[in-house]
């Protein structure tokens, strides 16, 4: 470390500066510098032509929403059966609202669906600033409908599915939940969120003590909502940022990650403090030595394992949950 690296850099484990320093070396300047196009180009995956997660069955969707339709990807684990209704969770792949595709996911989702014995369906949805909100969020709620309706033919037990998301795709899977929540639908089993951009006051410590850490700094955060929302956006609505709702009273479970060194930590944070504080059961974990962007990086990152176990566990731990209480039901409607 020379005398100009920033306090935080001390709090990197060995993995995280090499990666570090190879973002440094592929971005030319800051993404918010960048632009949409270039900041696509340089940062957009590439699929993968031998998956570190080979599965079984990996097969290609579309889904109609009311602009159109979108792409999406099914992850079936290994030994589980069309035939038979399996659980799902519902991913939602991160990238600012602007960047971020299905390929860009493809590890942790076959990783997900291998470790949890979930079905995992990825979605696409329209990326800003082309397609402002609410386009993504509509795409997303309309895909979720979707899925339900479509569950049997697919193999999924419409009465368990879930939904996650990474950074702009955890802001997306909490604001499904108030959405459905508001309109009085059946809400997801579980909602998995890994450092999710949840807040659009941009005040909490992290985002001045993280302001320039590795991919995501502070000015690329905010660069990144602008472009989602608009900047003439008056702030404040929940469904853009959820942590501004009146109350997030009788949301779903959830699990909530985080990266130690990331400027929106303490926002997601404080987000599943609130959830807590309301009434709703969460388990949140933040992984020390890494920044935002981590969970992805599979077989990059020893904390990307970590975190991925921790969802499989979680998804496991909810899945048996479900069949005790149906258990239990069964046995209350014999007595009965």
Same mark, same amino acid.
């Given at each position: 470390?020379?005398?100009?690296?920033?306090?935080?850099?001390?709090?990197?484990?060995?993995?995280?500066?090499?990666?570090?320093?190879?973002?440094?070396?592929?971005?030319?300047?800051?993404?918010?510098?960048?632009?949409?196009?270039?900041?696509?180009?340089?940062?957009?995956?590439?699929?993968?032509?031998?998956?570190?997660?080979?599965?079984?069955?990996?097969?290609?969707?579309?889904?109609?929403?009311?602009? =159109?339709?979108?792409?999406?990807?099914?992850? $079936?684990?290994?030994?589980?059966?069309?035939?038979?209704?399996?659980?799902?969770?519902?991913?939602?792949?991160?990238?600012?609202?602007?960047?971020?595709?299905?390929?860009?996911?493809?590890?942790?989702?076959?990783?997900?669906?291998? =470790?949890?014995?979930?079905?995992?369906?990825?979605?696409?949805?329209?990326?800003?600033?082309?397609?402002?909100?609410?386009?993504?969020?509509?795409?997303?709620?309309?895909?979720?409908?979707?899925?339900?309706?479509?569950?049997?033919?697919?193999?999924?037990?419409?009465?368990?599915?879930?939904?996650? =998301?990474?950074?702009?795709?955890?802001?997306?899977?909490?604001?499904?939940?108030?959405?459905?929540?508001?309109?009085?639908?059946?809400?997801?089993?579980?909602?998995?969120?890994?450092?999710?951009?949840?807040?659009?006051?941009?005040?909490?410590?992290?985002?001045?003590?993280?302001?320039?850490?590795?991919?995501?700094?502070?000015?690329?955060?905010?660069?990144?909502?602008?472009?989602?929302?608009?900047?003439?956006?008056?702030? =404040?609505?929940?469904?853009?940022?959820?942590?501004?709702?009146?109350?997030?009273?009788?949301?779903?479970?959830?699990?909530?990650?985080?990266?130690?060194?990331?400027?929106? $930590?303490?926002?997601?944070?404080?987000?599943?403090?609130?959830? $807590?504080?309301?009434?709703?059961?969460?388990?949140?974990?933040?992984?020390?030595?890494?920044?935002?962007?981590?969970?992805?990086?599979?077989?990059?990152?020893?904390?990307?394992?970590?975190?991925?176990?921790?969802?499989?566990?979680?998804?496991?731990?909810?899945?048996?949950?479900?069949?005790?209480?149906?258990?239990?039901? $069964?046995?209350?409607?014999?007595?009965?």
């Amino acid at each position: 470390m020379n005398d100009d690296a920033p306090a935080w850099w001390n709090l990197l484990d060995d993995q995280a500066v090499a990666v570090a320093g190879m973002i440094d070396q592929v971005l030319p300047k800051p993404l918010h510098e960048l632009g949409p196009e270039q900041a696509r180009a340089l940062v957009d995956s590439a699929p993968s032509t031998e998956p570190i997660t080979p599965l079984d069955h990996v097969g290609q969707l579309t889904v109609s929403t009311r602009a =159109g339709a979108i792409a999406a990807r099914l992850y $079936r684990a290994d030994g589980t059966s069309s035939d038979s209704a399996a659980p799902a969770l519902v991913y939602l792949h991160g990238g600012g609202f602007v960047l971020g595709t299905l390929d860009g996911a493809d590890e942790l989702c076959r990783a997900i669906a291998a =470790g949890s014995g979930w079905t995992v369906v990825s979605l696409e949805y329209r990326l800003a600033p082309e397609n402002p909100y609410p386009a993504a969020l509509e795409d997303c709620v309309d895909a979720y409908a979707w899925l339900i309706r479509s569950a049997p033919e697919l193999g999924i037990d419409p009465e368990r599915i879930a939904i996650g =998301g990474d950074s702009a795709g955890g802001n997306l899977a909490a604001a499904l939940c108030l959405y459905r929540r508001e309109e009085g639908s059946a809400l997801p089993v579980a909602q998995v969120l890994a450092y999710p951009a949840v807040d659009d006051t941009f005040t909490r410590p992290s985002w001045s003590d993280f302001a320039d850490a590795p991919l995501l700094g502070a000015a690329d955060a905010r660069w990144f909502w602008e472009q989602y929302v608009g900047a003439g956006h008056p702030g =404040g609505d929940p469904l853009a940022a959820p942590m501004r709702a009146e109350s997030l009273h009788g949301l779903p479970p959830a699990l909530v990650i985080t990266a130690e060194v990331d400027p929106i $930590r303490d926002d997601a944070e404080a987000y599943a403090q609130r959830l $807590r504080e309301e009434g709703i059961p969460v388990s949140s974990t933040r992984y020390p030595g890494v920044f935002h962007g981590f969970v992805t990086e599979v077989s990059v990152f020893a904390q990307a394992e970590r975190a991925i176990d921790e969802v499989c566990q979680y998804l496991r731990a909810e899945q048996k949950n479900w069949s005790f209480d149906r258990k239990v039901g $069964r046995i209350c409607e014999d007595i009965d």
